[in-house]
């Protein structure tokens, strides 16, 4: 079956440690997201991607990084610069970018510090 | 910029009750609304989208919503709950024609919790 896969579900981080979030796709999308969701908050776009090797910067990008070397793929490192990193993190996709086609996600990594 | 306001946090009902749901948004060109679904444990789901012709659109498991473009507004309705509709609700909306907008915004969400 086609989908996203996000993985670890849980991760947990030390103070000052950099974690990447895996996101793979099997869709053949070629834009993909990175969604912070809080509690209350709704969710606010990280970094977005169009195509391979370009990507953009969303409302909360600070202490975040993003890679998109291959299609399939859509990397997200938190870095020890993010001060507030403990959230659900959504990666999605789509077949292109913005318009009326919708995004699709994955199911989500749950991220705490120790 | 564009903004989702989802009016209730926190809804609670009884199964067999009507719903509906409020989403405002703030943009002034043309829109393409969604309602996505978050079921416990389970990853968020679109449930429906509008983006041209007949403001009435009909989703999954007998939603609806309904763009009123003079309000600004995408409610989403359900003549009858059930159960298994227990979930949060999220409103988005992206703006431009053409997928030249990729910026999708998120209301806060709404928790609905129906009792049986």
């Known amino acids: 079956d086609g989908g996203i896969t996000q993985s670890p579900k849980y991760l947990f981080r030390k103070e000052g440690q950099n974690v990447t979030l895996s996101c793979e796709q099997n869709?053949?999308?070629?834009?993909m997201y990175w969604y912070r969701q809080d509690p209350g908050q709704g969710l606010r776009l990280i970094y977005y991607?169009?195509?391979?090797?370009?990507?953009q910067k969303g409302d909360i990008a600070e202490g975040y990084s993003v890679s998109r070397e291959k299609k399939e793929s859509f990397p997200l490192t938190v870095t020890s610069a993010q001060k507030n990193p403990t959230a659900f993190y959504l990666c999605?996709?789509?077949?292109?970018?913005?318009?009326?086609?919708?995004?699709?996600f994955g199911d989500g990594t749950r991220l705490s510090i120790l | 910029a564009q903004s989702v306001s989802q009016h209730n946090h926190h809804v609670i009902l009884s199964e067999a009750a009507s719903l509906e749901l409020g989403c405002n948004y703030s943009?002034?060109?043309?829109?393409?609304l969604f309602w996505y679904v978050q079921y416990p444990g389970q990853h968020l789901q679109l449930l429906l989208k509008?983006?041209?012709?007949?403001?009435l659109v009909k989703g999954i498991k007998g939603f609806e919503a309904e763009f009123i473009k003079s309000k600004f507004s995408f409610n989403l309705r359900k003549p009858s709950v059930q159960w298994s509709d227990t979930a949060e609700y999220f409103c988005?909306?992206?703006?431009?024609?053409?997928?030249?907008?990729?910026?999708?915004?998120f209301g806060k969400g709404t928790l609905l919790t129906v009792n049986p």
């Open positions: 999605a996709s789509s077949i292109r970018q913005g318009g009326h086609q919708p995004q699709h």
């Open positions: 988005a909306v992206n703006g431009g024609s053409g997928g030249s907008n990729y910026k999708l915004t």
């Open positions: 943009y002034g060109g043309t829109v393409n």
């Open positions: 509008y983006f041209s012709g007949d403001p």
């Open positions: 869709l053949n999308h070629d834009a």
């Open positions: 991607s169009q195509i391979v090797n370009d990507f």
